[in-house]
């Protein structure tokens, strides 16, 4: 797979976006931004810390919001870093995925039926894909963290994360199927890690739920001023080399 990516090519439109400036961040959902040459609030639709994109003076783009009664005058889409536009917008992955899935772009799930947002157990998972295969239980994560190449999740502990997986690794062992699927919402990464410094306990529950069957995909994104594209698959490592694997 590192000499042929797997090309997908499926994209979602942005809403029209307007250039300004990041300043500083108020909250987790929250940033003071300059567009124009005026200061204003934009929503931040992610959670993650985001270090590395959320620096003074960067260059951001922003989608005016259009809801009546809104606190923040715009949503944050993208983030340019070293001359790489990211996606910042953690909303983003479940209609990728969704609508690769109709345009079928991804063959290994070829499950006729499909539902967003289902509880199993004592979690809500982002799909089930169902049909004569039987039932598929599929998580997506939203990845914007890429380091020389190699893109890392999470950016910031995530023990919501960690319940996803260990309720896919119960699903596989009670008999059905699942997968976490990490979209990079970037162009340059070439294999995914998880980012085992930042949350131990998400890397170790990552190994055990692939060890059970789940199975664990990346794909990378082009992304644009205009829209955002699955553009290609990637290699995963459960590792990174020189480290101790999570749990060994």
Not at 202 to 211: H, I, K, M, R
């Amino acid at each position: 797979m590192d000499a042929a990516k797997k090309k997908l090519n499926h994209s979602m439109q942005f809403p029209h976006l307007v250039p300004g400036r990041f300043l500083q961040r108020d909250n987790r959902f929250r940033a003071n931004v300059e567009v124009a040459g005026q200061e204003a609030w934009a929503h931040v639709p992610n959670s993650g810390r985001l270090l590395e994109l959320f620096t003074p003076g960067r260059a951001i783009w922003l989608a005016p919001a259009t809801a009546p009664n809104r606190k923040t005058a715009y949503d944050l889409k993208l983030v340019e870093y070293a001359s790489v536009l990211v996606s910042v917008d953690a909303r983003s992955p479940n209609p990728l995925f969704a609508e690769a899935l109709a345009a079928g772009r991804l063959p290994e799930f070829p499950y006729p039926d499909v539902q967003p947002e289902v509880q199993h157990g004592d979690s809500r998972f982002d799909f089930r894909l169902s049909g004569p295969q039987g039932t598929c239980w599929v998580e997506t994560k939203s990845v914007t963290l890429v380091e020389n190449g190699l893109a890392q999740f999470p950016d910031a502990p995530t023990s919501r994360g960690r319940k996803h997986l260990l309720g896919l690794r119960a699903a596989c062992l009670a008999g059905d199927q699942a997968a976490v699927i990490f979209i990079i919402q970037r162009p340059d990464a070439h294999r995914f890690v998880p980012y085992q410094e930042t949350d131990p306990e998400f890397a170790e529950a990552l190994v055990q739920a692939a060890a059970a069957g789940v199975a664990v995909r990346a794909f990378t994104c082009q992304v644009s001023q205009s829209q955002i594209t699955i553009a290609a698959e990637i290699p995963v490592t459960l590792h990174q080399e020189g480290s101790t694997p999570p749990g060994g």
